[in-house]
């Protein structure tokens, strides 16, 4: 591949060649994305689009073959795990971890390090709290979560199941349930910032007399302005209002300072398999940041329009006025490495790596933010937070490091202004975690964990090792505390306190909010600092565990501790006895099925990648790929080790798609899978991907999910 150089047309020249692209310094371009770079994306950076055009193709030419070569060292690193496994097939464990380091899976550990990682937002790098991921094509979502910076707490207990697992039944106030609200938000008060005397459902207005006064720090309006473990609370105080009038001090609500974060997502959540997609997603990432994304929609009879709140001021105790952010911080994520995007094809006719064109492009936006081009300003530090998910081993962070620096050099920007979030979700990543924090060492600004795409991980690698446990099992085996522990322990000893986040994954229950509460205070109890939640209802609930624990105080006590060994780490979640019963077996291939169908419907033929999807109970789960991919594999491995037979998988297939049929049968543009199930795009696919999930790439749904995401849009 020779380096390209940009010719400009002559006058009059015909520059719509006739495969439909546009030439753009050697590539190809569709021309959606062409019109949107060099019209929406460009204007007002300072950064041509000859400059532009040049400089993603030399992206390509360098990055290119590393890519690839990085994709084929994966490759040859599961064949090298296979090939063990099929010299020692009673072994019945996983590959020995001095074994993993004689082929280069294990890395040694760097000596002791501090990450460097400079000019980060402080809803980053020192205050706890939740954070939402949202899907970057679906622009209302994207407002929903933007806005969700803060978040009424009296809502949130009404509407929900939070109080005692009931949600609101009949039409109209219930003034019972009402009471029971204010009691919980009060004596929540009561435990975060106690009045010095008294309880403050007996507090009749004025200004409070704290037991910390320093708790109190002004005023928003009328609105009395609280901080606790570095998180506001705003006490709403209007006595005209239908609930103020009947409080003794006329509070009308609480609000809670709630997603300090939110990830605009291009990747598990969204279905963008051409140019159309890959634009209204970057439009939506633009918008989002400019300000100037817009939702309208109709609710019941009245038509909304949602935009992003703009920021409001407080005063503090000696009258000096501040500013109080309204909006969530934004960080984007890009796609992993292993895909191509037709929306670019190279000069070989060979399609750009979607991760490559992801790079240039999110930060090609982000100058928008850097700048102050929008209404509105997102990272007051001048950072662009970038979350690059799907990299096994340092090798793969070190290419990203050299990616992201190789973007900056060609949008002008100085060195590490893009911030990196490695995502630990990579069976590679998780054992050799210190290495790749170090490969980023100065850009990393986050680290997280994530159930479902590392067990994904785990059965796809040690596929061949024996059957797996059944899922509700494998959470408990011991793999998963050493992993949790770890991410905590390692994240710490590389200096992220005060510096970056250690992130916790979903709960994707939305309507289980009294078990959210119950359960989810684990995550900043383990240290996190930073989980994801499936709702900005959630996130206002989910904030009062951050009041409830103090994150830095358990991220100094968790210091202390030695470092999990990564031995606990590489334990294979086998089941030592399979004498399961039958109905057992049909049991968990049933679920299997059921989930896989349930959500590659919506995927293939509705193009939604993330939406609340109905289990096998009926229980509405929040479900994006990574869902796919442990459901898939698990069934892919009871087959490989004859738990299940294809005879089975069939039939199992043909129920629970009349199954998933009857869930969404009140959708009009639902289209049935067994109407013609010969002819039914996404049953093929979801049979082919249990089929071939073995062979599937390190377990990823992706290439099946786009070719036939691809098929249904030439279909309809």
């Avoid at 006064?213 to 570095?230: E, K, S, V, Y």
């Avoid at 049935?672 to 696919?685: C, D």
Wanted: hydrophobic share 45%; glycine share 8%.
């Amino acid at each position: 591949m020779t380096k390209a150089t940009l010719r400009q047309p002559e006058q009059g020249e015909d520059t719509s060649p006739r495969d439909g692209f546009v030439r753009r310094a050697g590539l190809a371009v569709d021309p959606v994305l062409a019109m949107f770079i060099e019209r929406e994306a460009l204007p007002g950076t300072g950064i041509g689009a000859d400059r532009f055009w040049s400089g993603l193709a030399a992206l390509a030419e360098r990055f290119t073959p590393q890519n690839r070569a990085l994709l084929e060292r994966r490759e040859d690193l599961q064949r090298e795990i296979d090939d063990w496994h099929r010299a020692n097939p009673d072994a019945g464990i996983g590959v020995p971890p001095r074994m993993l380091a004689a082929v280069g899976y294990l890395v040694p550990e760097p000596a002791p390090f501090t990450i460097g990682t400079q000019n980060v937002d402080p809803e980053i790098a020192q205050v706890a709290g939740p954070q939402l991921v949202v899907p970057a094509l679906n622009a209302r979502f994207v407002l929903n979560a933007v806005n969700a910076r803060w978040g009424s707490l009296y809502d949130a207990l009404y509407g929900t199941d939070a109080l005692d697992g009931t949600v609101p039944s009949g039409p109209g106030f219930d003034a019972a349930r009402g009471a029971q609200v204010i009691a919980w938000a009060k004596g929540f008060l009561d435990d975060v910032v106690p009045l010095a005397s008294g309880r403050w459902a007996d507090w009749t207005g004025g200004l409070p007399d704290l037991a910390d006064p320093d708790q109190l720090i002004g005023t928003a309006g009328d609105n009395l302005l609280l901080r606790h473990n570095g998180l506001h609370i705003e006490i709403v105080m209007d006595p005209a209002h239908a609930i103020g009038s009947i409080d003794p001090a006329g509070i009308a609500d609480i609000r809670l300072e709630s997603a300090l974060s939110t990830i605009v997502d291009l990747e598990d959540s969204v279905a963008a398999v051409d140019a159309q997609d890959k634009v209204a997603a970057y439009r939506n990432w633009l918008g989002a940041l400019r300000g100037d994304l817009v939702a309208s929609f109709t609710k019941g009879d009245s038509k909304v329009v949602r935009t992003a709140n703009p920021d409001r001021t407080w005063r503090d105790m000696h009258g000096d006025e501040h500013t109080l952010y309204s909006r969530s911080l934004l960080l984007v994520r890009n796609v992993g490495h292993l895909m191509t995007t037709p929306a670019v094809r190279l000069p070989s006719g060979e399609e750009m790596f979607e991760g490559l064109l992801d790079a240039a492009v999110t930060a090609l936006i982000g100058l928008h933010d850097l700048k102050g081009l929008g209404r509105l300003r997102n990272s007051r530090a001048g950072s662009i937070y970038v979350v690059k998910p799907k990299m096994h081993g340092p090798e793969e962070c070190a290419f990203a490091d050299s990616l992201f620096a190789a973007v900056e050099d060609m949008l002008d920007l100085p060195r590490n202004t893009i911030k990196l979030g490695v995502m630990d979700e990579e069976r590679r990543t998780s054992a050799n975690l210190a290495a790749c924090i170090h490969a980023v060492k100065d850009r990393v600004f986050f680290i997280n964990t994530g159930f479902l795409d590392r067990t994904g991980d785990e059965i796809h690698t040690s596929m061949l090792a024996g059957p797996m446990l059944r899922k509700a099992d494998i959470k408990r085996a011991e793999w998963i505390a050493a992993y949790e522990d770890r991410n905590v322990q390692i994240g710490l000893a590389c200096g992220f306190a005060g510096r970056a986040q250690i992130g916790k994954g979903m709960w994707a229950a939305p309507d289980a909010m009294n078990a959210m509460l119950a359960e989810k205070v684990g995550h900043p109890l383990s240290g996190a600092s930073t989980a994801w939640v499936p709702s900005p209802t959630a996130a206002t609930l989910h904030a009062t565990h951050y009041h409830r624990c103090d994150v830095s105080e358990r991220q100094r006590e968790r210091m202390a501790e030695p470092v999990m060994p990564v031995e606990k780490l590489l334990t294979v979640p086998l089941a030592e006895d399979v004498n399961w019963t039958r109905e057992e077996v049909q049991a968990e291939l049933d679920n299997n099925v059921q989930g896989i169908l349930g959500y590659m419907v919506r995927w293939i033929d509705a193009g939604i990648g993330c939406s609340k999807v109905p289990d096998i109970n009926d229980v509405g789960l929040m479900e994006d790929r990574a869902t796919l991919r442990i459901s898939s594999q698990h069934v892919a491995n009871w087959l490989q080790h004859g738990i299940i037979d294809r005879l089975m998988i069939n039939e199992t297939l043909h129920r629970m798609a009349a199954k998933v049929d009857a869930q969404n049968a009140g959708d009009p543009s639902y289209r049935p899978m067994t109407v013609n199930e010969r002819q039914s795009i996404a049953l093929n696919a979801a049979r082919e991907l249990i089929v071939a999930g073995a062979r599937q790439p390190s377990a990823y749904t992706e290439p099946i999910l786009h070719r036939a995401r691809a098929l249904a849009k030439l279909r309809d």
